[in-house]
């Protein structure tokens, strides 16, 4: 896994805005006969999307797209969101504000420290299997609270103690612990001891996870109905990186 993994964001300029180009906003689905190749494009124009509203956000400029009644009221019988989004659940990070995006746009599931169970993935293959979302972001963010106190929790870690560290993580009933102590101890034995460094890592994990422990993602990703990134919002500039592996 490389440590330069931020991809920075500042050129996505070329995506139509919700305002702009309401039916590629409003992501309409494929349908289950599209080729991959349209899927691809599909995501690649809402996650081009997606950019464009957290610059609009980061800029202080936000549109606060597809918030009114009518929107409101066409989404009563039917919702087609384009992404669905893992996040952590940090009060700082609520997705739909920082990619500046509206209703329907996106399907939202948030955990601390973005820590996968049994329920999240089943809630991410539904949105996948059943609403038919092409990209799939998992996003995490700087000055998470969720490293920081598994960090306080397993004290040190340096590299005489990871050994030990390992058994503790292994054992641990938390599953924040268990899951956000892995990606620390993968950090370490890379090399790597910065907290910003240790939260891409856990989005990069995380993603790897999803891919290879999901049937039902795993077979999105490789008949090329999903695109999934990793991202990483700073809550000091409100800029979403763009991690890539
Ligand atoms: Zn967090």
């Given at each position: 896994m490389s440590t330069n993994m931020t991809d920075n964001d500042?050129?996505?300029?070329?995506s139509p805005t919700p305002t702009s180009n309401g039916s590629a906003a409003r992501g309409e689905t494929p349908g289950a006969d599209c080729g991959s190749s349209e899927h691809e494009s599909t995501a690649n124009a809402t996650w081009s999307r997606l950019l464009s509203g957290n610059r609009r956000f980061a800029q202080g400029?936000?549109?606060?797209?597809?918030?009114?009644a009518a929107t409101r009221e066409s989404l009563i019988d039917s919702q087609h969101p384009d992404a669905v989004v893992l996040s952590c659940?940090?009060?700082?990070?609520?997705p739909e504000i920082i990619f500046d995006q509206g209703l329907g746009d996106m399907f939202v599931v948030r955990t601390a420290g973005e820590v996968l169970d049994s329920a999240v993935v089943s809630s991410l293959e539904f949105a996948v299997?059943?609403?038919?979302?092409s990209l799939m972001v998992v996003l995490g963010h700087e000055h998470c609270g969720a490293i920081k106190s598994t960090i306080d929790a397993l004290g040190p870690l340096d590299d005489d103690r990871l050994d030990d560290l390992d058994r503790i993580v292994e054992t641990s009933t938390s599953p924040i612990i268990a899951s956000v102590g892995e990606s620390l101890l993968e950090s370490r034995r890379a090399g790597l001891d910065d907290t910003d460094d240790f939260e891409r890592v856990h989005i990069a994990r995380t993603i790897e996870h999803l891919a290879s422990q999901s049937e039902s993602i795993g077979s999105a990703l490789g008949e090329g109905r999903l695109r999934l990134v990793g991202a990483r919002y700073r809550v000091s500039d409100g800029v979403v990186e763009v991690l890539s592996f």
């Open positions: 500042g050129s996505h300029d070329d400029q936000p549109e606060h797209p597809w918030q009114d659940g940090d009060s700082r990070v609520p299997d059943v609403l038919h979302t």
